[in-house]
């Protein structure tokens, strides 16, 4: 008797499978524990898992940054959404990480030595896509120049608010000079020009619809990030208390001054006045 699994493929000598395309070979061969301890393996995973979301997350706010420049909304707003999906993804990883006990962590935390989430080269450029610039971040990867380099140019392009700072002054808002020529290696930290346009969306939300939807995915956006931030300092907090980190940061205190940090302080502003 045959079993022809109802009529699917099962020779793959000469195509491609499922595994050709992912490249599985590669990805799953990429968890080399250095321990032997049981639960390493979940650290490495969701840090791995971790990249390749924030890889995705990249490639739709670089999409959604293009498209706000040429001023073409709707395909931002689609990645916009589509990225605080991916945040939400990477909010629930804090989670399966969280069953990851203070003596588990302890058992092999030894052999990362200085490797720390502190040096993600993918998470700096999403923070620096977003506004917050750095210059002093870019050391941890000068040797590396191939990723300094990338950083470097990320650091001298304009933002994703930049660029919806500037949509709204080619809507025929008044933003004040000094704000569209501002150095874009410093991070942003508000103008008045700026809150008084975003205050005039929101008052008349029929009128200027695009760049209120715009505003709104925006504020999605950051408060996605603002959740994930808390979830890292506090799963940090569980598994190591208030040592220093690995890298050299002070660990939990480092995370939570973070929570401070606004990328688009106005949109928070104008909520007060609405």
């Known amino acids: 008797m045959t079993n022809d699994l109802h009529g699917a493929h099962t020779d793959f000598s000469d195509a491609m499978s499922y595994g050709d395309y992912l490249q599985l ?6 968890q080399r524990p250095l321990s032997g301890r049981h639960d390493e393996l ?9 990249e390749l979301w924030m890889k ?14 040429a001023e073409r909304l709707p395909p931002a707003f689609k990645a916009l959404a589509r990225v605080s999906r991916i945040q939400a993804q990477l909010i629930q990883s804090w989670d399966v990480l969280s069953t990851l006990t203070p003596a588990d962590y302890t058992s092999f935390r030894p ?15 999403v923070e620096f896509l977003l506004g917050n610039k750095q210059e002093a971040m870019l050391a941890p990867h000068r040797h590396r120049p191939d990723l300094h380099e990338a950083l470097e140019a990320e650091l001298r392009a304009r933002s994703l608010y ?5 949509l709204l002054a080619r809507r025929g808002f008044a933003i004040d000079k000094s704000v569209l020529e501002r150095d874009v290696r410093q991070p942003y930290s508000g103008d008045p020009s700026v809150r008084a346009a975003w205050l005039a969306v929101y008052r008349d939300t029929a ?27 506090t799963t940090v907090e569980r598994i190591i208390g208030s040592k220093p980190g690995t890298g050299g940061t002070a660990g939990v205190a480092y995370l939570r001054k973070a929570l401070g940090i606004r990328f688009f302080p106005e949109l928070w502003e104008v909520r007060t006045e609405i």
Do not use: M, P
């Open 25 to 30: 070979d590669a990805i799953l061969a990429a």
């Open 42 to 50: 979940l650290f490495i995973v969701i840090h791995q898992t971790t």
């Open 56 to 69: 995705l997350a990249l490639h739709e706010l670089r999409l959604a940054r293009a498209e706000i420049c």
């Open 111 to 125: 052999f990362l030595g200085q490797a720390s989430g502190f040096q993600s080269w993918q998470y700096r450029l």
């Open 162 to 166: 930049d660029e919806a700072i500037r």
């Open 207 to 233: 009128r200027h619809w695009e760049l209120y939807e715009l505003a709104e995915e925006l504020v999605d956006l950051e408060d996605w990030f603002q959740q994930w931030r808390f979830r890292h300092a």
